[in-house]
């Protein structure tokens, strides 16, 4: 059986998707959480991030991103702290537990990337990167609703 660019895509996701929570598993969150810990530790630096962030850059939907926040709080990797500008807002800010998961997650995710590219040229890494995107791109452009 042959399958098209659609149906390679999806089992790769879900391969990855399964290996990457195999990675997390130990720490009490999965893959797409771990993401978002590492989106936060990494910008947190820069300034507040806030829920609306996380929203806007991993495409979540509000309550999505809701269970996703409150469930690193309950884990103790993230707390939520007012901003004084605006008592409304509540700025992610991630614990030193977070720091530590992160750097062992990535260590995980390093290992799993090194297996995934293992017998591919650097060429043909640059080939699939730069298709993915074209694919991306596509798939943006002619999503319903975006004219």
């Not at 999806?10 to 999965?30: C, P, Q, Y």
Request: hydrophobic residues 35%; aromatic residues 4%.
């Amino acid at each position: 059986m042959k399958l098209d660019c659609g149906a390679w895509i999806i089992m790769l996701a879900h391969k990855v998707k399964k290996r990457l929570n195999e990675t997390t598993s130990d720490f009490g969150i999965t893959g797409v959480q771990s993401r978002i810990l590492g989106y936060i530790l990494e910008h947190c630096q820069e300034g507040p991030v806030f829920q609306k962030d996380v929203e806007d850059v991993f495409g979540l939907s509000r309550s999505t991103a809701t269970g996703i926040l409150q469930l690193l709080e309950k884990n103790g990797l993230l707390t939520r702290e007012s901003v004084s500008w605006d008592a409304r807002l509540k700025s992610l800010v991630p614990t030193e537990r977070a720091v530590q998961v992160d750097e062992s997650v990535k260590k995980g995710i390093q290992n799993m990337e090194a297996e995934m590219i293992d017998g591919i040229s650097p060429g043909q890494r640059q080939v699939f990167l730069e298709v993915v995107a074209k694919i991306s791109e596509n798939l943006d452009r002619s999503s319903p609703g975006r004219g």
